[in-house]
C-alpha cells in the first residue's frame, strides 16, 4: 500500500484496493485484519497459504519454539477455500493473471471483502467472499463465501478445510495434530499442542452449502484436513458456502475441542447476516463513544479511523489478563507482547471511552506484578520493575542479546530489558491519569496502589544519593530514544520517577487517612516499612530533575547530552557501511551525536503540564531537527506538542507521518533477517492522542480538565465524545467555535477550563464557545 | 630477539647479539637502549637512519603534529657515521652480506658495542664502536668509533654529521632548523622547533680524531649537516674517532645552544674513557643498592638485572616535573606519559633503592595537581581525578576514541580516561607506602598530604550513595581489566578508593594532632570543610567492598561478573574474525565472558595484606585460568601471589614470563597501525616486586615490615639490598637460610618479622635466620 494510488477511498468508512499489488501482500494482510482482541485474522485470500502470511493468531498462546523467543501462535487456517471448474483452479494465485481481484475493508465492523473476476473469454465467474471476526462471540469467524457465474455444465469442485501448517516467525510451534470429520454435522476440526507450553489450540470448522452436494471427498493429512465438495449445480448459477470457523485454547477453556465443536455446531443456527447482526451492535456500542468525526478531509478521516479501529481490535478488552502487543494480533512479532507503549500509547483512548477495558489494561499490570517483583530480584533490586517485553505472566521475554552487529554479524547486547526502566514509573503516571479521569478509588485501592508501592520501592532500590551534590540520580539509563544507552540522568526517566514517587505517596496518605484498612492489608502483604516511605519522601525531593537553562530553556536529554557532536540524521546516514546497521548502542552512528531516534524530553511535555511555552517552544525547536523518528512512536508525540504550541501545520505533519505509517507503508517484509510487518498499534492510539490532547488540546491534571483547541486548516470540524468522570460529553471543534454538551443522563455537573477560562456544564446543557 | 639462540649470555651483565637478525632491528632498537633518565638513544647502527627505528628520546619535550597525539619530540642524531674506502661502503646495511657485526650490550653501564668485520676476501677492515648515555652529564653521549684494518693506499673518507629528518611517530615534530659548523673547534650543530610548542632541541657534536685529516667537506642540506673527513691514513692501520653528543631543549635552559656548544666544547677536554669513567661511577652508585644478585642461573640473572637497568634509565630521576613513560624513553609509543604503572610498578623499587627518585616520582603528582583538578572539574566531579595518561602538565593525554574497530574501520570510544579511576587512588595508596617505608612526614605534609585530601575529595565527588543497601558504591569502571568496562564495584577500585579515604583521614586527623600549622595553610589552600572529612569518613566507612564468598571463597572482580560465560582465552581467540580485534569493550569477544586482560582481583592481593590464604588461594585458581595476560602488566602480580602462596614452581613460570617481556619479544614494529615497540617499563619494574615482593615475600604494612621467602628451585641464592627508614639493609636468601645483615652506619635499629617471628636488627649486626 505504498502509493495512494494502491488504495482507494471509497467513503468514510471503507478501502478498497482495487486492484491486488503482490508486493503489498504483506502490508494488506496486516491493515485489512479482522480482529476482536482475542484473534487476528490476516487480509489474505481464501486460497493462500503461509507463503503469503496468511495467519490467525491467538491470544494467551504464548510458545517459545526456537529457544529465544516467546511469542504467540496462529492456529491452523480454518478458511481456506479453492474452487475448480471443470478441473481448472479458479483462485487468485500470486502471478495469475486471468483473474482480478478486488479487496473492501469496512472499518466500521472490521469485514474483509474480496470480489474475484475471471478474465477469462469463455467465462465470467467470480468469486465474492466477506469475513469478520465477531465480538459477540471472540471465537468465530464468520464467513460467506460466494462462488457465481457457473454455468450448468461446469464440474465444480471446492475444496475446503483446515490447514494446519501455518506461517510462524520463530520455529513451528504446533505438534500433535488430531482431526476429524463429522459428515452428518458438517463439522470439521483439527486440534494441536503448542511446542513448548503443550496449549491444545483446535480449530474447528462448520459450514453450510445452499446447494445440493454431489459427493464429498475427505483429505487428511499430517497437518491438515480438507474437504473437496463437488456442488450439484444443475439451474444454479451462484452457489454460497456459510462458514463458521472457531478457534479456542486449553486457556480459554479446560477442554477447548467440546467447547470449538458446539460453538461451530451453534453458529450453524444462524445465518451469516444474523451472525453479523450481532457482531455490528457490539461495534455499535462501540463507536458510539470512541468514533472521531473529521470534516473536510475524507482520507484523513478514513485513516483516522482506521488507527481507532486497529487500537481496540489489537487489545484483549476480554480479559484483565492479557496484554497489548505492540504489533497487536496482526502477527506475531514483537511477541504479542506489551511495552510501555501499553499504558502510554494505548490506554489513553479507553480511558476516556471504554472504562471497563481501560482498567483490564491496569489490571493486567497488577496481575503481573510476580514477574515484575522477580526481574527487579534478579537484577539485584526490589519492587516492581516491570518487563520491557511483557507477555502473560510479565516475566521479562526481552533476550540480552537482540539486534546484530550487521558488519561483523556479531550479537549485540542490548539493554532495553535492564537499563530502561521508564515502564515502571509510565504505570505509575498512567494510574494516576486513570484515577484523575474516573474518580475510581476502588480501583487503587484494590490494585492500583500495590502497584504504586511496588514501583516506588523498586525506584527506591535504583536510583542512587550523590552525596556531593546533594541529589538523587539515577544512573545507566536507556530513555525513550533508544540510540543512546547507558545514559546518566535521562530527563524524562528522571522526572517520571519523581512523578511515581508523588503517586505512591498521595495514595499511601490518602488511603491511610481514609483508614478503611485497605492500606494496612497491602502494607501487610508486600511487607512495607514505614522508613521506605521516609526514604520515597526524601527521594522525591532530592531527585534530580534536568531543568530548562535559564538562557536558552533547553532541558538536556541527558547529562552531557549537550557535549555530543551536533549533526544531523542525513549525515549519519551518510556514515552508514551497511544500510540495515542499527544506529544506536554500541558503536551505531548516532551513539556519540545528539541524532536521538525518537521523542523523548519532547514526550515529557505530552505528559506533563508543567512547563512554560517558551521552554516548550525552545525544546521543540532544538530537538526536532535532531529527531530521526526512527520509531513510530515519535511523530504522534511531536504532533501533539506542535498542535500545543498552535503550529498547526507542523501538527497536521506530524499527525499525518503517524496516521498514515501502515495505510502508507512501503516497508518490504522482512529487513536484516527479521519480520518487520504488522500494524504499529502505539501509533494507532497516538493518533487518538494527536485528535484529543493535541487539536483539541486536552489536558487532564490535579487541577481538572483543560482544553486549546486548535483545529488544522485542512479540516473543517472534528466531532468527538468522550467519558469524564462517568459523564458522557460530546464536543465538536469547528474553526471558530468550540461546542461541548453533556448528556441528560449524566448525574454531574463537569468543571473544565478552555483556555483560561472556567466553564461549569450541567447535564443536558450545551455551551457553545467561541475562539 | 625472539630466539634464544639470537642473543648471548656473555656474562652475567653482557648481554651479545653474535649475528644481527634483520627482522629484531625494532627490538634491538629499545632492549640495546642506552639511557638515562633524560634521553634515550635506541640501539642502532651508526650508519643507520629512521628507516631502522633509530630514534633520540628526549624528556620534556612534549609536542603534537598530526592533531591527535601529544608525544616526546626525537633529536637530531648527531651520532650518523659512514665510512667508504676506495669509494666502497663499508656500512652494514640491511640486506648487506659481505658485512658481518656482533652487537654487545653492558647493562652494568649501559654501554652499546658495535662490531662489524668486512667477509671480503682482498681486506679485513673492522668497525668498532662504543657508546654510552652519561649519567655525568645527562645531556651527552659520548662515542668512541674506530676503524683498524686500513691499508696505506686506501682513501678512507669517514661520513659523520648530525640528521634532522628523525622517526616519528606521529607527525614530524621539528621544523625551522638551522646549523652551524666551527671547523676550528671541530663543533657543529644543528637547532630546530618542535612543530605545535615551539621547543627548541639542539643537538650538537663535537669531534676528535686521532689522524691527520686530509680534508673535510661540508655537506649541508635543509635538515642536515654532514661532514665527510678525508683521513690521511698513511702509516695507521687504526683510525680512532672519539664524539661527543650534547643535547638540550629551551625546556633545560632558556638559550640550549649556548649551553650545548658548551658542553660540546667542554667535553672535548677528556678522553672517551676519562668521560667513560665519570658515568660509571654514577652507575656503581646505582648499583651498589640496587643490583640484585641471583646464582644458578646466568640467564635469568641477565635478565633480571636487564629489567633493574631498565626500570632505571626510563625514570628521569633528575626531574620532580616528569613522568615515567609507559616504554620509558625507549621510543615515543604511548606518548612518554604516565600511567597508573607509575606508582603501581615503576615506583617500588625506587621506594627501597633511590629515596630522592622516589621523591620526586611522587612529586610529579603534586605539581601535576592541576591537570587532575581540571579533568576532574571537566568531567563533573571534584578533587583530583589523574589523567590515565599523564605528560608533563598532568592535563589528559588520552583521547575519547582511540582503538579502532577493525571490522568496520569505525572508531571506538573507549573510556580509559573517564571510567579508569583507580588511577587516583593509587597514587594516594603510593604516597602511604613511601611514607611507611621512609617515616618522610615532611614530604607529606609539603606535597603528599594535599594530594591525598584532593584524591579523596574526588572520591567523594564520584561515589553514589545507595540508600536503598546502606551503602556507597562506584559505578561506571574500568577496573585493571581493561576487557571489562562499564562496570559497578570493581573489587580493585572499591578497595582502593576505600583505602585512599582512609589514608587521607589519617594524615588529616595526624596533622591536626601535630599542630604545626601545615593542615591550616593545606585547609586554607584548597579550601577544605569539615563536612567534606565528615563526609569521607562516612563513606570509608559505608563503601561497598566485594567481599570473599562464605563458602567458596571468592571475591567477584565486579557486581555480576560471576553471571557471565565461563570460557577461555583459547576459545576467544576462535571467536575472533580478525586477529587484530580489540578483545574488549564495547562488543569485543571477551566483553560478556569472564576472561580478564590481566591481573585485578590478584592485583588486590599484592598491594593489600589483608586476605587470608584460602582466600588467596582460591582466587587465584579461579581468575588464574581466566586470564589472558594481554597487558605487560599481568605476570609480575602473578608472579608476586604464586610465590606467597608458596607455589615457586608457578611462581618462578611468571617471573620469567615478565622477566623476558622484551628480551624475549618476537614482536613485529608495527600491528595494527600502531607501532608497539619499546621497553614494557611496568614490566620492568613488576621485575623487582617479582624478587622483593614474591620470592622474598616482603611485606610492609602499618604493622611493620614482614618477609615470607621462598627461593625458587631453580636459584642457589638472592642477594639483595634495601633501604628502609634510611637504614641500609642486606640479605641473602638460600635453600636453608635468611641473612640479613644492618649497615655500621646506619643510626637505628630495625623491627620486622620472617614468617611469624619478630627480630630487631641492631646496626652492624647480622642475622641468620635458619628456614
Given amino acids: 500500500m505504498a502509493e495512494q494510488g494502491l488504495f482507494k477511498i471509497k467513503d468514510d468508512w471503507n478501502l478498497e484496493i482495487p486492484v491486488i499489488d503482490e508486493n503489498q501482500i504483506v502490508n494488506y494482510g496486516s491493515n485489512l485484519l479482522c480482529g476482536n482482541g482475542y484473534l487476528g485474522y490476516r487480509g489474505t485470500l481464501e486460497e493462500w497459504g503461509k507463503e503469503q502470511y496468511k495467519a490467525c493468531i491467538v491470544t494467551d498462546t504464548y510458545d517459545m519454539a526456537d529457544g529465544k523467543w516467546r511469542e504467540l501462535s496462529n492456529a491452523p ?19 495469475s493473471l486471468d483473474l482480478k481481484t478486488k479487496l473492501n475493508f469496512n472499518y466500521k465492523y472490521g469485514i ?31 464467513n460467506q463465501y460466494i462462488l457465481s457465474g457457473v454455468k450448468d455444465s461446469d464440474v465444480v469442485k471446492i ?10 516467525l520463530n ?46 471427498a475427505v483429505d487428511e493429512k499430517e497437518k491438515a484436513l480438507f474437504l473437496i465438495i463437488e456442488v450439484d449445480n444443475t439451474d444454479k448459477k451462484e452457489i454460497k458456502l456459510q462458514r463458521n470457523l472457531i478457534i479456542y485454547s486449553s486457556n480459554d477453556t479446560k477442554n477447548p475441542l467440546k467447547k470449538a465443536l458446539e460453538d461451530a455446531e451453534n453458529s450453524l443456527e444462524f445465518t451469516y447476516d444474523e451472525l453479523l447482526e450481532k457482531h455490528k451492535d457490539k461495534w455499535d456500542q462501540k463507536w458510539e463513544i470512541a468514533d472521531i468525526e473529521i470534516k473536510g478531509n475524507l482520507m484523513d478521516q478514513l485513516a483516522l479511523r482506521f488507527n481507532l479501529y486497529h487500537n481496540i481490535i489489537a487489545t484483549p478488552t476480554h480479559s484483565e489478563y492479557l496484554p497489548i502487543g505492540a504489533r497487536g494480533l496482526s502477527c506475531q512479532a514483537y511477541q504479542g507482547a506489551a511495552f510501555w507503549d501499553q499504558e502510554i500509547f494505548n490506554l489513553p483512548m479507553f ?17 503481573t506484578l510476580d514477574g515484575a517483583r522477580k526481574k527487579a530480584k534478579d537484577l539485584g533490586y526490589d519492587g516492581a520493575f516491570y518487563a520491557w517485553i511483557s507477555g502473560k505472566s510479565g516475566k521479562e521475554l526481552c533476550p540480552s542479546f537482540f539486534f546484530k552487529d550487521v558488519i561483523s554479524g556479531r550479537k549485540i547486547r542490548n539493554h532495553f530489558n535492564d537499563w530502561q526502566i521508564h515502564v515502571s514509573p509510565d504505570i505509575s503516571y498512567s494510574i494516576w491519569k486513570y484515577y484523575l479521569a474516573t474518580d475510581d478509588i476502588n480501583f487503587i485501592s484494590k490494585y492500583g496502589a500495590e502497584i504504586l508501592f511496588e514501583i516506588a520501592r523498586f525506584i527506591h532500590s535504583r536510583v542512587h544519593f550523590n552525596q556531593y551534590k546533594g541529589q538523587y540520580e539515577v544512573i545507566r539509563l536507556l530513555g ?55 526514604a520515597w519522601q526524601e527521594i522525591k525531593e532530592k531527585i534530580y530533575l534536568p531543568k530548562p537553562d535559564p538562557e536558552n530553556k533547553l532541558i538536556e536529554q541527558f547529562d552531557g547530552y549537550f557535549d555530543l557532536e551536533d549533526t544531523t540524521a542525513e549525515v549519519l546516514r551518510s556514515r552508514l557501511i551497511d544500510k540495515s546497521e542499527y544506529w544506536g548502542w554500541p558503536n551505531g552512528v548516532a551513539v556519540f551525536t545528539q541524532v536521538i531516534k525518537q521523542a523523548d524530553v519532547i514526550q515529557l511535555f505530552t505528559l506533563h503540564d508543567i512547563f512554560s511555552e517558551d521552554v516548550i517552544t525552545a525544546n521543540y525547536d532544538y530537538y526536532e531537527k535532531r529527531t530521526q523518528h526512527g520509531s513510530s512512536l515519535s511523530p ?13 501545520k507542523e501538527a497536521y505533519r506530524y499527525f499525518t507521518k503517524s496516521a498514515y505509517i501502515d495505510l502508507k507503508s512501503s516497508n518490504k517484509a522482512v ?39 486548535n483545529l488544522p486548516e485542512e479540516w473543517d470540524h472534528i466531532k468527538w465524545k468522550l467519558i469524564y468522570k462517568k459523564a458522557k460529553l460530546k464536543f465538536k471543534l469547528t474553526r471558530d467555535e468550540f461546542l461541548i454538551s453533556s448528556d441528560k443522563a449524566n448525574k454531574r455537573d463537569i468543571e473544565f477550563k478552555v483556555f483560561n477560562k472556567k466553564y461549569i456544564i450541567e447535564p443536558g446543557e450545551k455551551l457553545k464557545i467561541s475562539l
Fill in 671 to 709: 529487513s536484516g533477517g527479521t519480520f518487520i510487518g504488522g500494524v504499529h498499534t502505539a501509533a494507532a492510539g497516538g493518533v487518538w492522542q494527536v485528535l484529543i490532547n493535541g487539536f483539541a488540546g486536552m489536558i487532564l491534571n490535579k487541577d481538572g480538565l483543560l482544553f486549546k483547541p
Fill in 351 to 367: 480511558m476516556y471511552t471504554d472504562l471497563d477495558s481501560a482498567k483490564n489494561i491496569l489490571k493486567y499490570r497488577y496481575h
Fill in 171 to 216: 520455529g513451528t510451534h504446533l505438534k500433535n495434530f488430531s482431526s476429524d470429520y463429522d459428515s452428518e454435522k458438517n463439522i470439521l476440526y483439527i486440534k494441536a499442542e503448542t511446542v513448548e507450553e503443550e496449549i491444545e489450540l483446535v480449530t474447528a470448522l462448520s459450514f453450510k452449502i445452499d446447494s445440493k452436494i454431489k459427493n464429498i
Fill in 636 to 648: 504522534s508525540q511531536y504532533a501533539v506538542v506542535a498542535a500545543r504550541l498552535g503550529r498547526s
Fill in 480 to 534: 525513550p530514544d533508544e540510540y543512546h544507552e547507558n545514559v546518566d540522568n535521562n530527563a524524562f526517566t528522571n522526572y517520571q520517577c519523581r512523578f511515581a514517587l508523588k503517586i505512591a505517596l498521595y495514595f499511601y496518605f490518602k488511603l491511610k487517612n481514609e483508614s478503611t484498612g485497605q492500606l494496612e492489608k497491602i502494607v501487610d502483604k508486600i511487607d512495607l516499612n514505614e522508613s521506605e516511605i521516609t
Fill in 77 to 95: 487456517d480454518g478458511l481456506y477455500a479453492r474452487v475448480t471448474i471443470d478441473g481448472k483452479n479458479l483462485a487468485h494465485d500470486p502471478g
Fill in 159 to 168: 475444496k475446503i478445510g483446515i490447514e494446519g501448517d501455518v506461517w510462524d
Fill in 112 to 142: 474483509f471483502e474480496r470480489s474475484t473476476l475471471s478474465n477469462r473469454k469463455e467465462n465470467s465467474y467470480k468469486i465474492y467472499s466477506q469475513r469478520f471476526a465477531s465480538y459477540d462471540n471472540l471465537h468465530l469467524i464468520a
